[in-house]
């Protein structure tokens, strides 16, 4: 089953939202990222969140507060459609605001328990969440489109192969070491002890 989060931040543009294609997947709103849905003129199942930022005299019946102040309402919106067994999860609206914020986003991918695939989506490409209970992932990425491999948590041993540049087991920590590589027109595979973010350029 695949699951699509609409944040609160930026309106995504058309490209962006043609792209996670609503139409064969349950939209849920992130908080204020409901409004934002409905007002483009889509079909929001549930709103999730602390309700902080939400029009809530209008999602009477479809609202699911979640009071928690250790995570933020994208972790929290996570865990409650991974627990429902969504395996695959799009999530848009995750642009602007403050640095802070940003961060915050990428934070949520390494607090995100599960193997469910995860997609933050960019205006300017995708990042994709690997959880070392996906074994090895596999994604397609063409010649010359340039992708980025982030640790997020401590990894002692990262193989990346399908690329320019390949790893074999090597350590790695939140660095730069996985920044700039390319794809050769094969299928990238990456395995790894830990979890990782990968973004893909548009």
């Known amino acids: 089953m695949r699951a699509v989060l609409w944040c609160n931040g930026d309106i995504p543009s058309t490209v962006v939202i043609e792209r996670v294609t609503l139409g064969n997947a349950v939209l849920f709103g992130v908080d204020g990222g409901a409004d934002k849905a409905r007002a483009l003129g889509h079909t929001v199942s549930e709103v999730i969140g602390d309700l902080d930022s939400v029009d809530t005299n209008s999602w009477s019946g479809s609202m699911n507060n979640i009071s928690d102040e250790d995570n933020s309402d994208l972790s929290k919106s996570l865990e409650v459609v991974i627990g429902r067994g ?44 690997y959880h070392p209970s996906m074994g090895t992932m596999e994604m397609m990425v063409d ?58 350029e548009a």
């Open 86 to 129: 969504f395996d695959e999860i799009d999530v848009i609206g995750v642009e602007g605001g403050s640095f802070g914020h940003q961060l915050g986003v990428i934070g949520s991918l390494a607090e995100t328990s599960g193997g469910s695939k995860v997609r933050l989506h960019h205006e300017s490409g995708v990042t994709h969440r």
């Open 143 to 200: 010649r010359g489109v340039s992708f980025s491999v982030f640790a997020l948590t401590r990894c002692e041993s990262v193989s990346l192969g399908g690329s320019k540049w390949e790893l074999d087991g090597v350590p790695l920590d939140l660095s730069t070491r996985g920044l700039s590589n390319e794809g050769t027109g094969e299928v990238v595979n990456i395995s790894a002890d830990g979890t990782l973010a990968l973004f893909v």
